[in-house]
Structure formats: structure tokens, C-alpha cells
């Protein structure tokens, strides 16, 4: 499946560059380069080829970043175990073997990868428009597309986070042996501290040096 969605992020980040390509030759001398919140562009460049592609480029770089190189940055830093890796149950997660963990990043890729496909629709959405705007073919950028990619992209932050957490909890349940050491402590400290507190209460635990040891405490006194 993570294959099919990398292909899919290709394509969608050639699409950019399709739209961007396919308007350059027809845009007029100056573009839009910003719009305010009810569409109408407020900001405008001469037509160049950095003004005009730097989205399709920056667009190309966030396809690189999810598709290849966060993939195998995330899986590194969960192979060394190290600490700067921020996942749910960051403790439980870090005391699983390797393959485990390992495990646990690859059932996180696929919703950061669909995250990645629709920041490239997003991308391919605002270039279109603004050369329709461009053209005058629209007076204003409809907002509703951008407003439900950025939803889109919330949504599968939303699914990355309970796949993760999920996924750790699968891989700790197969792997109760691997349990933080100090989540065993302290179920073992529960038992025994509750003994210590009725020994308090009825008067006959520990004393301190010094004191009879045949004695009680004046409350146990009261009611005898």
C-alpha cells in the first residue's frame, strides 16, 4: 500500500508542474502572489520564472522530504533509539526491541505519506487559480478547495496519531517482557506500601530506637 501511495505523491507532484507549465506561455506580465482572505489578490510580481515556480518547486520539496528522506530519517532515529523521536508512549516505545519499533514507524509512513499527496493537491489547486486569476477567467481565488485540503491534511494528522498509538500498544502487548522497568516498580512498591500503611495504623510496625517495643501507640491504648 505505502508503494502505491508513493507513486501516487510522484504523480501529484508532476501534476503541479503541469498546471505550472501548462499556464506559463499565456500568463500576463504581472501575477498574483498573495490573496486575502476573501480571495482577492492584494499582492503582485512581475512574471519571472522564480515567481512564477517557486510554488511547483517548493511543492517538489515537500514531496522529496515525506516520500524519501523523512521516511528514512524517522526510521534511523528509531533503529538508534534516540530520544529526540516523538511518538505516543514515547517510554513504553523506547524500551521495545528494534524490529519492533521499527515496526511502529512503518505503520506511521502511510498516513504521513497521504498527508504528503494532499499538500501536492493543495499545491497544483493554488497554482490553477492563481493563473485563472491571472488571466482574469476569475475575479477571486475560491477558498472552499483550500479550506478543505487544509482539513484533509488535519484529518490525517488525526490518523497518524491514533495509528501510532495503536501500533505502540499492538507491539507492547506482544512484547510484555520489554515493560519499562520503572512501570514494574511501581506495581510492585503498590503492595507493599499499603502493608506498611496498616502496620502504621494498627501500631505495630517499625519504631523508632529508643522505644519499647512492647508498647502501642496511644490510639491502639483508647480503644483497648
Given amino acids: 500500500m505505502r508503494s502505491f501511495v508513493r507513486i501516487f505523491l510522484a504523480v501529484s507532484s508532476l501534476s503541479v508542474w503541469g498546471v505550472a507549465l501548462g499556464y506559463w506561455s499565456d500568463l500576463p506580465s504581472k501575477i498574483p502572489m498573495h490573496f486575502g482572505l476573501n480571495g482577492q489578490p492584494d499582492q503582485f510580481a512581475e512574471k519571472s520564472i522564480t515567481s512564477w515556480f517557486w510554488l511547483p518547486t517548493l511543492a517538489s520539496v515537500f514531496a522529496c522530504g515525506f516520500g524519501l528522506l523523512l521516511p528514512k530519517w524517522v526510521r534511523s532515529m528509531a533503529a538508534s533509539n534516540s530520544a529526540l523521536l516523538n511518538v505516543p508512549d514515547q517510554r513504553r516505545f523506547r ?63 488525526a490518523r497518524l496519531l491514533v495509528t501510532a498509538t495503536k501500533a505502540v500498544a499492538s507491539e507492547v502487548a506482544q ?9 514494574t ?18 501500631g505495630y510496625g517499625p519504631r523508632p530506637p529508643g522505644r519499647s517495643g512492647s508498647s502501642f501507640s496511644g490510639s491502639v491504648r483508647i480503644f483497648l
Fill in 95 to 157: 524500551a521495545l526491541p528494534t524490529d519492533a519499533r521499527l515496526r511502529v514507524i512503518d505503520a506511521m509512513m502511510e498516513p504521513m505519506l497521504w498527508m504528503a499527496v494532499v499538500l501536492q493537491w493543495l499545491f497544483a489547486w493554488i497554482v490553477y487559480s492563481t493563473a485563472k486569476v491571472a488571466l482574469e477567467d476569475w475575479q477571486r481565488l475560491p477558498m472552499w478547495p483550500t479550506i478543505t485540503a487544509i482539513a484533509l491534511v488535519v484529518g490525517c494528522a
Fill in 185 to 202: 516498580a511501581r506495581r510492585a512498591r503498590g503492595p507493599r506500601l499499603a502493608a506498611s500503611l496498616g502496620r502504621a495504623a494498627c
Fill in 175 to 183: 512484547h510484555p517482557e520489554q515493560r519499562p522497568r520503572v512501570e
